[in-house]
């Protein structure tokens, strides 16, 4: 489970710091999810990233469309500097801290006719409340474009380095917030229903999650693995005397995923567009 709490503090921290290696390893999704945002993306007006994280889909939205404004909110004051000091250059895309659930009066009274989020929409404690919040946000008939990981069957990286760290399968399905709590397309599709979207679909999206690179790619994949991820979070409840052979465990887990110079995952996720109902603001 990872809540807003966790991403104000010390999670939002560490993706700050990591959110080059983060990036990287969402880079095989990074243009499907960006060609279906600019499928449905308007010339001008506004867009709100949620959860934008260090900016990289709201900026790569910014550079597409120039006479759009891009707006990046976050939970994390970290990753809203990395955003902010990233569109240092860039006119048309700013980013705040802000909690779309609760939004402040300012950015209630902005008006969007598009919001988007890489993998940012996971974590809310009631989801059908947040859906709806994003939606009370955007015009009606505003496009909402998002993505979220499948199930952990789908994604390597998950079930592999968690039980190499504990010699056990973790729990990473089921619906708490976290990177899995959408992984139910039919439950996806009944979220987005109670909270005011119409027209849902929803798509596939594979990639090879990259962990590490380099000349050496293990080496720089268990760097990455340690600090993010469900192996991260493994680590941080193994017994101090036990933690050498966990580390063993996890640096042959990763060795065995090597090729050439790259460690990397089947990764797999889905991408959701949807319309705003037509109730008022």
Do not use: K
């Amino acid at each position: 489970m990872t809540d807003a709490d966790q991403w104000r503090g010390r999670v939002g921290e560490v993706w700050a710091e990591e959110w080059r290696r983060t990036d990287r390893s969402f880079a095989g999704l990074a243009p499907l999810l960006d060609a279906a945002i600019l499928a449905v993306a308007p010339e001008r007006s506004a867009a709100l990233d949620v959860g934008c994280g260090a900016g990289t889909t709201g900026l790569a939205l910014a550079a597409a469309r120039p006479g759009l404004r891009v707006t990046g909110v976050d939970l994390s004051a970290e990753l809203v500097a990395v955003a902010a000091e990233r569109a240092a250059a860039v006119p048309n895309f700013d980013a705040e801290v802000a909690d779309v659930s609760a939004p402040s009066a300012s950015l209630v009274a902005r008006r969007f006719d598009l919001a988007v989020s890489r993998h940012g929409v996971m974590f809310f404690a009631d989801p059908v409340a947040g859906l709806s919040a994003i939606r009370r946000l955007l015009e009606p008939g505003a496009r909402l474009v998002f993505s979220c990981f499948q199930s952990p069957a789908r994604n390597a990286w998950a079930t592999e380095l968690g039980p190499a760290v504990a010699g056990t399968l973790p729990a990473l399905s089921g619906h708490a917030p976290g990177p899995f709590a959408f992984a139910d397309p039919d439950r996806v599709a009944a979220l987005l229903d109670a909270a005011g979207w119409t027209h849902a679909e929803v798509h596939a999206a594979e990639w090879r999650y990259v962990a590490g690179e380099g000349a050496d790619p293990v080496a720089d994949a268990l760097g990455f693995a340690t600090r993010i991820g469900p192996a991260a979070r493994a680590l941080a409840e193994v017994p101090a005397g036990e933690r050498d052979a966990a580390f063993a465990r996890l640096r042959a887990a990763l060795d065995r995923r090597r090729t050439g110079t790259t460690v990397d995952f089947p990764a797999a996720a889905w991408i959701w567009t949807a319309r705003a109902s037509g109730d008022p603001r």
